[in-house]
């Protein structure tokens, strides 16, 4: 897969599990081999796929930005953040249903290596978002333009049911096989959907942590 990097390690196998690596590895060292197997046989088990919406804004009407290609989207997180943009970038990632579907199959008989498996499909998803938003954000440099922090449904202002239907209503998304089903939860599950603002002066402060629902109670926030 020369288009990505997933040059992960250990530690992104037990953070996308929800672990503290130091904790880890100073009361169950054991985990690490399980972690190290993960790596190792998950790798071959993605299928990353990443699918791009340039829309551009026509207006902005309280709090819904309505786009020129028609659609919008809206909540208090949107126009909080992307109120200085003129376009914006819908970003839907996924590694695929294979790596998915080997850890629910394994959970029913090993469970360890099974959410080992599943923790390594964690990072490697965030990790391909994270690749497509600075190839967005270097995009935007070589326009002379910002980029905002990504913001996805599920933040602060901005409730999964609303924006994912609203996301989904801008994008083909079954053109690279991710659906929504009617919990507004993606499938393939270890999918990510976000959208970036495009502009000459954006005006906004903080970092995506700042506007997560969890961050109240999340020990593994960004640094």
Not at 84 to 99: F, K, S
Not at 101 to 122: K, M, R, V
Not at 197 to 216: A, H, V
């Amino acid at each position: 897969m020369p288009e990505w990097d997933f040059s992960l390690t250990v530690d992104d196998v037990l953070r996308g599990q929800g672990a503290e690596p130091t904790i880890i590895r100073a009361r169950r060292p054991s985990l690490l081999e399980v972690a190290e197997w993960a790596l190792h046989e998950g790798l071959p088990l993605l299928q990353p796929a990443v699918l791009a919406q340039e829309l551009s804004i026509k207006e902005i009407r309280h709090e819904r930005l309505i786009f020129e290609e028609g659609g919008f989207i809206s909540g208090s997180l949107i126009s909080q953040h992307l109120r200085g943009a003129t376009e914006i970038v819908v970003l839907l990632c996924t590694i695929g249903p294979q790596l998915e579907a080997i850890s629910a199959e394994l959970i029913q008989t090993d469970s360890l290596h099974a959410l080992a498996l599943e923790g390594f499909g964690t990072a490697a998803v965030e990790s391909l978002a994270n690749q497509a938003c600075a190839r967005i954000e270097k995009q935007a440099q070589a326009k002379a333009m910002q980029a905002s922090i990504p913001l996805s449904p599920g933040m602060i202002g901005w409730p999964v049911e609303v924006g994912q239907k609203q996301i989904f209503s801008l994008l083909n998304a079954s053109s690279i096989g991710v659906s929504l089903n009617d919990n507004a939860m993606m499938i393939p599950r270890l999918s990510l959907s976000q959208v970036i603002g495009i502009g000459l002066q954006l005006n906004f402060q903080g970092r995506t942590c700042d506007f997560c629902s969890l961050k109240e109670t999340c020990r593994y926030q960004h640094q």
